[in-house]
């Protein structure tokens, strides 16, 4: 599948502060140095400011002590070097495509969920953008019954990209309009369909039980579905992201991460903590505010990007 080409170019551009403020700062500070206490003690500064998180931080300047104590590292562009290489292994060879349906079954069904303001329903759109741009049909739902401005906003997008949206009324189940938008996405043959949900937290019981009786719902009426399970994270948010991926990996069946709004901050790090954290691979990340601003996440090209002059 040729989903979302990865462009290392945007996600430069859309790692631009978190490059300026903190690794860019990394690079500067290890480039020309040689390798002491003092140095290995800032950049262990620098990481944790980057919210790379306490645990990340301390396995990697852990092996840079280690190698330097034996004499197998002794300059600052050893350091960077072996960050690059000991980052992008933090992500072996796994699958962090979108999951869709099998070849020749449809539609698709993908579940987004996620807090209240974390840009859940831009990422809907970009992600509605990306399937449509290739030649995919794409219908939302409007599962969040509990909020008309959620609704609305769904709306917006949908007209601005040229969908449709399957909505109830306001307060009503949001499983009787997930039903209903299953029933019409196979009935008019979309290809893909995208169920947006209630913002809620892992405190929230009577909301984190309407999610599991959603899921079921669906379930019944496209077996196998949802195939996705996006958990959208604000990036901005730093360390409450990684907490909500924690509890919502461990609550909500999570198969996939889309970290929003990462050009919006200077704590892009957060995607490291996340990987030490939990198994939940990171598929999509937000670099901009248009609906083609989103990339795969490619380990390779993020840290290359993080770290580039």
Not at 227 to 233: A, Q
Request: proline share 4%; glycine share 10%.
């Amino acid at each position: 599948m040729g989903l979302f080409k990865s462009v290392i170019s945007k996600v430069k551009q859309g790692l631009t502060r978190t490059r300026e403020a903190v690794f860019g700062g990394i690079r500067t500070m290890l480039l020309g140095r040689r390798l002491d206490e003092a140095l290995i003690t800032e950049l262990e500064a620098r990481l944790i400011q980057a919210d790379v998180g306490v645990t990340a931080t301390r396995r990697l300047v852990d092996g840079i002590r280690a190698d330097h104590k034996s004499g197998a590292m002794t300059r600052g562009e050893d350091v960077l070097e072996y960050l690059k290489r000991e980052i992008k292994a933090m992500w072996p060879e796994q699958d962090r495509r979108l999951r869709l349906a099998p070849e020749g079954a449809r539609p698709s069904v993908i579940l987004v969920t996620g807090v209240n303001g974390v840009g859940k329903t831009t990422s809907i759109a970009k992600l509605c953008q990306a399937l449509r741009s290739e030649g995919r049909s794409v219908l939302l739902g409007a599962c969040d019954t509990f909020r008309a401005g959620a609704v609305r906003q769904l709306e917006v997008w949908a007209e601005r990209l040229g969908v449709e949206v399957v909505k109830g009324q306001q307060g009503g189940d949001p499983a009787a309009v997930a039903f209903d938008a299953c029933s019409a996405a196979k009935a008019r043959g979309a290809d893909v369909l995208i169920l947006d949900t209630a913002g809620r937290l892992h405190t929230q019981d009577p909301l984190m039980r309407q999610l599991e009786k959603l899921r079921k719902v669906v379930d019944k009426q496209i077996p196998g579905a949802p195939h996705e399970v996006l958990l959208v994270l604000d990036a901005t948010s730093g360390q409450n992201a990684l907490r909500q991926a924690e509890e919502f990996s461990r609550s909500a069946g999570v198969t996939g991460i889309f970290l929003s709004k990462l050009d919006g901050t200077a704590k892009g790090g957060i995607v490291v903590a996340i990987r030490e954290a939990t198994s939940i691979p990171v598929k999509f990340i937000g670099v901009g505010e248009t609906p083609e601003d989103v990339e795969p996440f490619d380990p390779e090209s993020f840290v290359e990007a993080m770290f580039a002059a």
